[in-house]
């Protein structure tokens, strides 16, 4: 099975890229290697959202909750039970993917923007127990100072962690692009209509898309835990799914990179023009308007119209 | 093979389908026609499991198919085409026919091996057989309008159907496109032993293909019947046909 990702044209420079970047933490400062370590986790966070968004055709506009729902859990059994730590680490995923079952199964039974509005006060639901349970979360005050396992106790180790999570992941999640599962889901996306009429049973097929997404949500939610040993309410909040949703227009929302580049670009923007002025999301706005404007299908769509003419075609036929 | 009972579907207060009857028989060729706005489209989405009948029997193969959803009616074995182009346009016309090979060997849900290496001899033998070899990595929608409504049939070829329906199969296409492509569905009906039930606006299509003509006028069934009986018929004279 892991043929295809082998003969993938992407293998070499995705070898090369991981060496540059397994290197990395030896040569830059601390800081640096702690922004990369966030890109990584933001990326895993936008390329689940984009298994529904850009190749399900799904609107999850309120992605970030099986962010969150995956770090609180993963926190609260680290700081709350005394059970071996692994198993916070696996439960972390799998309660996101059942809350995506959860809402998921909800928002399935409506199309496109109802979809979405369901979903945003479903999950703002989630966010506000969350804030309001003082007792068990913590409420606005979040959870600091998670214990960690020892092999996790540096900054340069967590990197190297959650890098190798990270590419496990995204081996994972091509597989499943290219899988059946992920052919019927593009056409699904392409036209739903369509796909019923050659038995494809579309909602269940949704379905599955959503649990599968949110179950990486909830693995980037872990990552994030091992990364910054604290949560708070702000990663359920519906300001971070929209900007995990901005990261995957930004990045290319039909191409499969296209989030990382998405997300690598917010983060940096945040970290480094958030120096200068607490207005950096004036620059998004200005970022996402030429962007609408020049660059429609996204930086690493643009890029692989110039390279790969026929998917310009495509665009053209596509109607959403 | 199919029968069409006194269906009713109404929208509102119109009644776009007001009794319709229809017989089809297993290897028959059987064409609907009827002026715009008949219930013709209508009709095919209610046998299609598009949109449900409000009374009447829809039974295909012995089982009453009327309270199914559309994917469920495409396992019991028919598959359509429509009217106005419905493929999947980004995709290649490769896997806009391997979507539904995929579903019809009910292996859409796989989800770690490559689809790339997937049923590829039964793909490539329909694309063969409406001659699409050479146009199998090309856009879906980066193809001629023509070329799009036969990649249509392709796609629901890849259902193995039993019945296949096609909704105007040549609806926009130049006079020579037209007679290809009624010779390739009568080719195909042959060889692969279709049964085939459609409806379409050239009469001399219709008269030339059909073994068999239902007469659709104003959501009701005039009357079925051989294309003479039809044609004789006085009622469907003064209705449809226009002759004196």
Redesign the interface.
């Known amino acids: 099975m892991f043929k295809e990702v082998i003969h993938s044209k992407w293998f070499g420079p995705l070898i090369v890229i991981l060496l540059i970047l397994f290197i990395l933490p030896l040569f830059i400062p601390r800081f640096y290697t702690y922004i990369l370590a966030l890109i990584y986790v933001t990326s895993l966070l936008a390329m689940s959202l984009n298994l529904v968004v850009g190749h399900g055709g799904m609107f999850q506009f309120h992605h970030a909750v099986f962010y969150g729902v995956g770090a609180y859990t993963v926190a609260l059994m680290l700081k709350k039970t005394s059970l071996p730590m692994w198993t916070g680490f696996v439960a972390g995923p799998i309660v996101a993917a059942i809350t995506g079952l959860i809402i998921g199964w909800l928002c399935v039974r409506l199309t496109r923007l109802y979809f979405g509005m369901l979903q945003i006060s479903l999950g703002s639901l989630i966010w506000a127990i969350v804030l309001r349970w003082y007792s068990f979360t913590g409420g606005d005050d979040g959870i600091p100072g998670i214990p960690m396992p020892p092999f996790l106790s540096s900054l340069n180790q967590s990197y190297y962690f959650i890098l190798v999570i990270l590419t496990i992941c995204l081996i994972v999640m091509y597989l499943i692009l290219k899988s059946p599962f992920g052919n019927t889901l593009q056409a699904i996306r392409d036209n739903p209509q369509r796909c019923e009429a050659v038995g494809v049973n579309v909602k269940r097929h949704q379905l599955i898309a959503i649990i599968i997404a949110t179950f990486f949500a909830g693995v980037a939610g872990v990552l994030f835990v091992v990364l910054e040993r604290s949560v708070f309410t702000d990663l359920l909040f519906w300001v971070l799914s929209l900007e995990v949703f901005i990261m995957c227009l930004l990045g290319g929302w039909f191409t499969f990179t296209g989030p990382v580049l998405g997300a690598a670009i917010i983060v940096a923007l945040r970290t480094f023009v958030g120096i200068f002025t607490e207005y950096w999301t004036l620059i998004l706005g200005i970022v996402l308007i030429l962007l609408i404007f020049f660059l429609p299908e996204g930086v690493m769509g643009y890029f692989q119209e110039l390279f790969e003419p026929q998917t310009r075609e495509a665009t053209k036929g596509g109607h959403r | 093979m199919l029968r069409v009972e006194a269906v009713v579907k109404s929208f509102d207060n119109f009644k776009a389908v007001n009794g319709a009857n229809l017989a089809v028989e297993k290897g028959e060729i059987v064409a609907v026609i009827g002026p715009n706005g008949a219930g013709k489209t209508t009709l095919f989405n209610l046998i299609?499991g598009?949109l449900k009948r409000d009374s009447g029997k829809i039974i295909f193969k012995g089982e009453d198919i009327g309270g199914l959803?559309?994917?469920e009616i495409?396992?019991k074995g028919i598959?359509?085409s429509?009217q106005i182009v419905?493929?999947?346009?980004?995709?290649t016309v490769f896997?806009?026919v391997?979507?539904?090979v995929?579903?019809?060997q009910r292996?859409?849900?796989?989800?770690?091996?490559?689809?790339?290496s997937?049923v590829l001899n039964e793909t490539n033998s329909i694309l063969d057989s409406v001659g699409f070899l050479g146009k199998a990595h090309?856009?879906?929608?980066?193809l001629s309008h023509g070329d799009q409504k036969i990649l249509e049939i392709a796609?629901?070829l890849?259902?193995e159907p039993e019945l296949l329906i096609l909704d105007e199969p040549t609806a926009g296409m130049s006079p020579e496109e037209t007679s290809a492509t009624m010779e390739l569905i009568k080719r195909l009906a042959q060889k692969r032993g279709l049964t085939i039930l459609f409806c379409e606006h050239d009469m001399d299509i219709v008269f030339s293909i059909a073994q068999s003509i239902m007469v659709m006028h104003q959501g009701q069934t005039l009357i079925q019947g051989k294309p003479e009986e039809v044609r004789k018929n006085p009622i469907v004279q003064e209705a449809y046909l226009g002759i004196e």
């Open positions: 299609t598009l959803a559309s994917y495409c396992k598959a359509r429509f419905n493929i999947f346009p980004r995709l896997r806009n391997q979507v539904a995929l579903s019809e292996r859409s849900n796989a989800l770690f091996r490559p689809a790339s997937m090309s856009i879906a929608g980066s796609i629901a890849g259902n």
